[in-house]
Structure formats: C-alpha cells, structure tokens
C-alpha cells in the first residue's frame, strides 16, 4: 500500500517486549525502569492476528525487535507462527546477542530469515560502561554462533557516539572484513535518551572509515529491506552499511510502520500518533475494522519527521528499536 505521499509501505517493526537484559545509557538506562505488566503485551495470538493482516495492506516482511526479544519466553515459536501466514515473506530479528549462542539453533529451526546483532563497541571497559553489564563475551560467542550458522542475512548494527566509540570505528567495521558479517554504522536519533549524546554523522564515519581502509565504493547487490547505503572497501569479503536519518534525511523513500509492544502502531518514530490496536483487538473488532485502522495509519503516514528534537515523549524500549 501506498502512503498519501507516493511511498510504498512494504515493512513492519514489531516490538515483543520492552524488557532488557543490559542497561545501555542511551536506551533504558535506570535500574528500576517501569516496563509493562505481562498482561499489557500483545499475545502471541494478538500479533499473529495483525500479522495475517499485514499482506492485505502490501507488508512483507517483518522485523522482530525490543527491548530484547530473546528475553521474552517462546520467540521461537512466535517466528514460526509468523513464517506460516501467507503473504509474509520475510521474518528478522534485531538482538543485543548476550543470549544469541543459546538460541541459536531454536531461531534456526524456527526459520529466521536474518538477525541484526547490536554493538557498539569491542572494548570491555566500554561495553561495561555503556551497558552497565560485563557481558561482551557473550555477545562476541552469540556473533560467532551466528557466523557458522545457516541464517542467511547477518548484520551487525553499530550507534556511532564520540564519547564513546568515536576512536573505534575502524576497528568494528573491521568485522566485516573476513566475515559474511555486514557492519551498519545507524545514527543517533533523539528519541529519549538519545538526546544527550554526540552523533557521529555518516561524512565523518565515512572519513575515518576511508582513512584506515582506503576509498570506498558502493557495494552491489541487495543487502536488506531498510534504508541503509552500503558500500565495500578494499578487501573486505563485506560490506559497510550507513543509516543516516539525521544528515541524510531518507523520509521520502521510509518503507516502515512500527507497533510497540502494548499494541500501538506507529507509522513514525519522531512523532507520538498512531493507532492502539490493542484497545481494537481486545474489544472484538473484526478483520475489517483491523484492516481500516492499519491502512489508516499507513495513508497518515507524515511526509517527515521533524528537524530536531523527536515530538514523540516515549523511550525508545518502549517504542521498539
């Protein structure tokens, strides 16, 4: 289906939970964080229900999020459910890794069609910080595990922040160098905490990026559903991958809605608007009016988001990374 602006929306995030085994300052950083009762989630059933929805609309492929979806009991099940409705081409997932190794085989079996791994830096000390867990050893046994797995698309996602990994860019990116690991450099957005931090934008990353490697060239091929860029240096087996929404503004061509755990569908991250469909799916509505407030919320969809700070109030864990 087509937005009121021309744009084709093709793909759903989906957030599971908005529970979380690390801490990360930018994310949900306080220990006592509020997160939603058990009961206010959507269901399995709820969001299979969506789900079946989806293909009528023109969405087909599915992404998987948080907080951390491995945290939530039966994923598994939940991506095999989802690879079963007709018309869904596509099912990810987006992960922090701390529980990848474990599960690996179960998101094998389910199906999975691709898993993008969360980090931002290699060193302990930083990771520790950042997180306000020590728990990157789990996370660099749940990237090997998926290195020697047979899930097709594997990605490694990266938040550029100068206070904290701005000298270790290059060596991230060098993950991709010998490995079917695609490394995305994604942009600070501020939502939330987000705000407080200083974003690295692309130009920059590119430059320290080309200053290590050598010139980059734009890669070839098809390496996703979003909006990165991709590019490949000189010999790397991988390719670098680039999601600028701030320096370089890509709502003309965003693909995406999303719906936050408690079941609201959001067809913009910076703005607060949208539709509960929780409040829909629990007081008997039909495949019809389903349907109606799915395509409503698409055909709503804003030309943009905002030129700076986010006018949606909400963390990002209770949105869906």
Known sequence: MKDKYERNIDYMRISVTDRCNLRCRYCMPDEQVPVLPDGE???????????RI???????????????????????????????????????????????????????????????????????????????????????RGIEALQTSDIPRIKLNCVPMEEINGDELARLAALAKDSRLAVRFIEMMPVGNGQQWTMIP????????????????????????????????????SPVGFISAMSHMFCSSCNRIRLTPDGFLKSCLFFGGGTDLKHLLRSGADEELLDAAVRETIWEKPRQHPDGQAEENRKMYQIGG
Do not use: W
């Open 41 to 51: 989630l959507l269901s399995f059933e709820e969001i299979e229900r969506v789900c």
């Open 54 to 140: 989806l293909p009528k609309v023109g969405i087909r492929r599915i992404k998987l999020t948080g907080g951390e979806p491995l945290v939530r009991k039966g994923i598994a099940e939940l991506i095999t459910r989802l690879k079963k409705v007709e018309g869904i081409e596509q099912v990810t997932l987006t992960t922090n890794g701390t529980l990848l190794a474990e599960r690996i085989k179960e998101l094998e079996a389910a199906g999975i069609d691709g898993i993008n791994v969360s980090l931002d830096t290699l060193d302990p000390e930083r990771f520790g910080h950042l997180t306000q867990r020590r728990r990157l050893e789990d996370v660099l």
């Open 202 to 237: 692309e130009q920059t990353v590119k430059d320290r990026l080309t200053a290590a490697f050598g010139p980059m060239t734009p890669a070839k091929g098809s390496f996703g559903s979003g909006p990165a860029a991709y590019y490949m240096l000189p010999g790397f087996r």
